[in-house]
């Protein structure tokens, strides 16, 4: 299979963690290469449910080897909460983890900073996870982080981090936040240090030699496409490049390696924070969390619901070069007399095929639709392609083709057997 790319191709939450899950059963390392534990993938085997926050799903599979890449932001007590959750479930963490010596630090004035901006924003709010990833990423390129290099050396840890308790007490005041404990911090963060020490090594160096040893490596993208940094409905995004180059950005494994990206979307589309979503509509929304599908990974919180989205899935096809499409959630949409799907947007008398940089033109943005009829039938006992209904396939195939990648895999429900390959 050689290296694979798997991105979200619309605002997170497509359903990354099974397909990863699936696709890593032909891979020998999984990669992690941007985010941190605002991601939540969740994984069903069997009846036990998982939900992955900062590891890799590969961890799942016994074999395999898991990377936390240098392009990760890590928290490194939630980390270590992970692995020993895992290990309640009977998955064992050892040789199977390594996470990069040079991926940064989450510390607590991250996760208040986060807060409390988003307290001021107000109605602007981005609705972030709270997890004090966008102000980690900021002090990464404000060159101002600390990273896990820095966290194993206890003398400059130490001195370092006295320096950001500091400096950032004196900016949560100006909040009206409480100021944090060094020696609170410093200690929780040294526990967790010499818990995370046997994994931490020169990520960059390991994944260059399982390449020359002809190891197959899949890069597991979280968030979505209109969550990134750059190409995404800023300033309501996520604070890294979940887009196919930030697979080699974090993990320091060139652009000519990379042999395929896999798109993961669902068949309709979903979004959980604030920011404009063109094809949102109460009535698929009711219908889904009726079925009690659709809340948060990690937070809980219910997401906004809507039709497919083409013009979201073309634009994410061009940006992150989009191969393979894998759709998600199909059996979500049973039910239904007829399906919807954005084939452009209007604005007054304007027509767009893309999607508009301006986030106030584009939450002005109406969805032009065209109609597939449903199939209102279950799905989800579908093995394989032609197991699935007439109308079904010839949906799946129109997405696809408005989205402009070939179609490879559909899923029809949280299992593992669930899964058709074409
Ligand atoms: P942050 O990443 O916590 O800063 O949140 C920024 C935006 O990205 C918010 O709208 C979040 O809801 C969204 N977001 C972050 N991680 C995920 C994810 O894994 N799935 C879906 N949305 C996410
Ligand atoms: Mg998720």
Redesign the pocket.
């Known amino acids: 299979m050689a290296n694979t790319i798997l991105v979200g191709a619309q ?3 497509e359903g990354k963690g099974k397909i990863i899950d699936v696709l890593t059963e032909q891979a020998d390392v999984v990669v992690r290469t941007q ?1 941190g534990n ?3 993938h969740t994984v069903f085997i069997g009846k036990q449910k998982y939900v992955l926050h900062l590891i890799p799903s590969g961890i799942l599979r016994r074999g395999k080897v898991c990377v936390i890449g240098n392009g990760v932001v890590v928290d490194p007590i939630s980390l270590v909460e992970e692995i020993q959750g895992l290990a309640r479930l009977g998955i064992k963490v050892d040789g199977n983890l390594l996470i990069s010596e040079t991926a940064h630090l989450v510390f607590p004035y991250h996760r208040e900073l986060d807060e409390q901006r988003e307290i001021l924003k107000g109605k602007n709010k ?6 004090g ?2 102000p980690a990423y900021g002090d990464k390129a404000a060159r101002v982080g600390l990273r896990l290099i820095d966290l194993l050396n206890p003398a400059r840890f130490a001195e370092n981090l006295q320096n950001k308790i500091q400096e950032n007490n004196e900016v949560l005041k100006a909040f009206g936040a409480k100021p944090l404990s060094f020696k609170k911090v410093h200690q929780a963060y040294r526990t967790a240090a010499s818990q995370l020490k046997p994994f931490v090594t020169n990520t960059v160096v390991y994944l260059h030699k399982a390449m020359q040893r002809e190891k197959d490596i899949l890069f597991e993208g ?2 979505g496409t209109f ?1 990134d940094i750059d190409h995404g409905t800023y300033p ?4 890294s490049n979940t887009t196919a180059g930030g697979a080699c950005t974090g993990s320091g494994v060139p652009p000519h390696r990379m042999d395929r990206v896999v798109g993961v979307m669902k068949a309709y589309t979903t979004r ?4 404009p979503l063109p094809t949102e509509n109460s009535e698929i929304a009711d219908l889904l969390h009726g079925m009690g599908r659709e809340f948060g990974a ?1 937070t809980g919180r219910a997401r906004r619901c809507g039709w497919f989205d083409a013009v979201a899935t073309r634009h994410a096809a061009m940006v992150n070069g989009i191969d393979e499409l894998a759709v998600t959630n199909v059996d979500g949409l049973d039910t239904l007399e007829v399906i919807r799907a954005c084939v452009s947007y209007r604005v007054g008398q304007k027509i767009f095929d893309y999607v508009p940089n301006d986030v106030e033109l584009l939450a002005r943005c109406e969805p032009v639709y065209v109609d597939f009829p449903g199939w209102k039938r279950s799905t989800s006992k579908a093995r394989r392609w032609k197991d699935l209904p007439g109308p079904a396939r010839s949906y799946l195939l129109g997405i696809a083709e408005l989205t402009g990648a070939r179609l490879k895999i559909v899923s029809v429900g949280p299992a593992r057997e669930q899964t058709l390959q074409l």
């Open positions: 605002w997170g939450d985010g605002n991601a939540g981005i609705g972030t996870t709270k997890r990833i966008g979280a968030q969550l309501f995004v996520t604070s959980v924070g604030e920011g990690t």
